[in-house]
C-alpha cells in the first residue's frame, strides 16, 4: 500500500496516480508496435528504446515534448525543465542490457561520466523494458527507482522521475545478479567494449572502489576488480587496508569523508562475495575484520 504522504499533498497523488493509470495501457500498446521491429527481423536498434523513452515521459508522465533533448554532450537523451538539465538517460538497444551487476556498471559509468561533465544529479539507463534510475554525487550514484516497463499496471514510483517528483528525495537498496560471464551479453555494436582506462591499472571505471572524476581516469583510487567484474583477490586487501587501516604507510587521504561509506559498501561486498567477510571465522584478516566493523558502525551489514 503506497503512503500518500510520500508524494506530498494527497491532491497531487491522486492527480498523478489517475494520470500513469488513464495512460498506461496506451503506453503499453504503442511500446508493443515500436517492439514488433524485434520480433519481425530479431533485433532492434536504440531508437527503438528511445521512442518508447519518449512515450513514457511525455504521455504517461508529464513532462513536455520540448523537454526531451537527444544527443547532448554525447547523451542518448536529456531531459530538462525550463533549460535546467534534470535526468541524463543512456538508452541501450532493446534486450541489451542483461541486468547483471557487471553489465550495468559498465552503463551507469557511462552515464555518470556524461552526467559529471553537465553538472546533473540524476541518470538513468534503459532497454526498453527497464528503467534504472541513480542519484549522483560527485562520482558516486545511489539507486532512485527501478522499475519494468511491461508490467499490466504503473509502478507508484514512477512519481520519482515526474516533473514534480524529480526533487524528491528517493532512494532504494537493490542488488543485481552477481558477475558471471556466462550472464554478460555483448552489444552488437561493441561500444560496450570502448571503456576509459586509468593509466596506471589500465582498467576502467567500475573497477575502482572510488571514482572522483569519471572522465579523468587520474582521480579512480582503489582498484579492486578485475576487467570482466570478478575480484581481484591479490588488490582487495591493499584496498580496504587502506582505507581502514594504515595498510603500508598508504593509508588513503584523497577521498572525501563522505564518500568513505561508499567504497567501504564494494568493498564489503566484494570481500563477502571471496569469502573474506566472515566474522565467525578466528582466521579472518585483520583488514577484513576492519572492515566487517566498520560496516556494522555504519548501519550497512543488511546491504551487503
Given at each position: 500500500?503506497?503512503?500518500?504522504?510520500?508524494?506530498?499533498?494527497q491532491?497531487?497523488?491522486?492527480?498523478?496516480?489517475?494520470?500513469?493509470?488513464?495512460?498506461?495501457?496506451?503506453?503499453?500498446?504503442?511500446?508493443?508496435?515500436?517492439l514488433?521491429?524485434?520480433?519481425?527481423?530479431?533485433?532492434?536498434?536504440?531508437?527503438?528504446?528511445?521512442?518508447?523513452l519518449?512515450?513514457?515521459?511525455?504521455?504517461?508522465?508529464?513532462?513536455?515534448?520540448?523537454?526531451?533533448?537527444?544527443?547532448?554532450?554525447?547523451?542518448?537523451?536529456?531531459?530538462?525543465k525550463?533549460?535546467?538539465?534534470?535526468?541524463?538517460?543512456e538508452?541501450?538497444?532493446?534486450?541489451?542490457?542483461?541486468?547483471?551487476?557487471?553489465?550495468?556498471?559498465?552503463?551507469?559509468?557511462?552515464?555518470?561520466?556524461?552526467?559529471y561533465?553537465?553538472?546533473?544529479?540524476?541518470i538513468?539507463?534503459?532497454?526498453?523494458?527497464?528503467?534504472?534510475?541513480?542519484?549522483?554525487?560527485?562520482?558516486?550514484?545511489?539507486?532512485?527507482?527501478?522499475?519494468?516497463?511491461?508490467?499490466?499496471?504503473?509502478?507508484?514510483?514512477?512519481?520519482?522521475?515526474?516533473?514534480?517528483?524529480?526533487?524528491?528525495?528517493?532512494?532504494?537498496?537493490?542488488?543485481?545478479?552477481?558477475?558471471?560471464?556466462?550472464?554478460l551479453?555483448?552489444?552488437?555494436?561493441?561500444?560496450?567494449?570502448?571503456?576509459?582506462?586509468?593509466?596506471?591499472?589500465?582498467?576502467?571505471a567500475?573497477?575502482?572502489?572510488?571514482?572522483?572524476?569519471?572522465?579523468?581516469?587520474?582521480?579512480?583510487?582503489?582498484?579492486?576488480?578485475?576487467?570482466?567484474?570478478?575480484?581481484?583477490?591479490?588488490?582487495?586487501?591493499?584496498?580496504?587496508?587502506?582505507?581502514?587501516t594504515?595498510?603500508?604507510?598508504?593509508?588513503?587521504?584523497?577521498?572525501?569523508?563522505?564518500?568513505?561509506?561508499?567504497?567501504?559498501?564494494?568493498?564489503?561486498?566484494?570481500?563477502?562475495?571471496?569469502?573474506?567477510?566472515?566474522?565467525?571465522?578466528?582466521?579472518?584478516?585483520?583488514?577484513?575484520?576492519?572492515?566487517?566493523?566498520?560496516?556494522?558502525?555504519?548501519?550497512?551489514?543488511d546491504?551487503?
Amino acid at each position: 500500500m503506497v503512503k500518500v504522504e510520500r508524494y506530498g499533498s494527497q491532491a497531487k497523488y491522486i492527480k498523478f496516480q489517475e494520470r500513469i493509470n488513464n495512460n498506461w495501457p496506451l503506453f503499453l500498446s504503442k511500446r508493443n508496435d515500436f517492439l514488433v521491429q524485434e520480433e519481425r527481423y530479431g533485433n532492434a536498434p536504440e531508437k527503438v528504446t528511445e521512442n518508447i523513452l519518449h512515450i513514457l515521459f511525455t504521455e504517461v508522465l508529464d513532462w513536455n515534448v520540448r523537454d526531451i533533448n537527444y544527443q547532448i554532450g554525447f547523451a542518448d537523451i536529456e531531459i530538462t525543465k525550463l533549460g535546467i538539465k534534470r535526468i541524463v538517460i543512456e538508452a541501450k538497444r532493446p534486450g541489451g542490457i542483461s541486468w547483471n551487476e557487471f553489465q550495468i556498471e559498465k552503463h551507469i559509468n557511462q552515464a555518470l561520466g556524461y552526467a559529471y561533465t553537465q553538472k546533473v544529479s540524476t541518470i538513468a539507463i534503459s532497454d526498453g523494458s527497464k528503467l534504472y534510475v541513480l542519484n549522483v554525487d560527485g562520482g558516486s550514484t545511489n539507486p532512485r527507482i527501478f522499475i519494468s516497463l511491461d508490467d499490466n499496471v504503473p509502478h507508484p514510483d514512477l512519481y520519482y522521475v515526474s516533473v514534480n517528483g524529480i526533487d524528491k528525495k528517493k532512494n532504494i537498496d537493490i542488488r543485481f545478479k552477481d558477475n558471471k560471464k556466462e550472464n554478460l551479453i555483448k552489444d552488437k555494436d561493441q561500444e560496450i567494449n570502448n571503456e576509459l582506462l586509468n593509466n596506471t591499472y589500465k582498467l576502467p571505471a567500475r573497477c575502482f572502489a572510488y571514482i572522483g572524476d569519471p572522465n579523468k581516469p587520474s582521480t579512480w583510487k582503489l582498484p579492486y576488480l578485475l576487467e570482466d567484474g570478478s575480484v581481484n583477490v591479490k588488490r582487495l586487501p591493499g584496498a580496504v587496508g587502506c582505507v581502514v587501516t594504515n595498510f603500508r604507510g598508504l593509508q588513503i587521504k584523497t577521498i572525501p569523508e563522505k564518500d568513505i561509506p561508499n567504497v567501504l559498501l564494494k568493498l564489503a561486498k566484494a570481500a563477502k562475495n571471496v569469502g573474506k567477510l566472515d566474522p565467525k571465522n578466528p582466521k579472518m584478516a585483520n583488514c577484513y575484520r576492519q572492515l566487517y566493523n566498520a560496516v556494522v558502525q555504519l548501519n550497512m551489514l543488511d546491504k551487503i
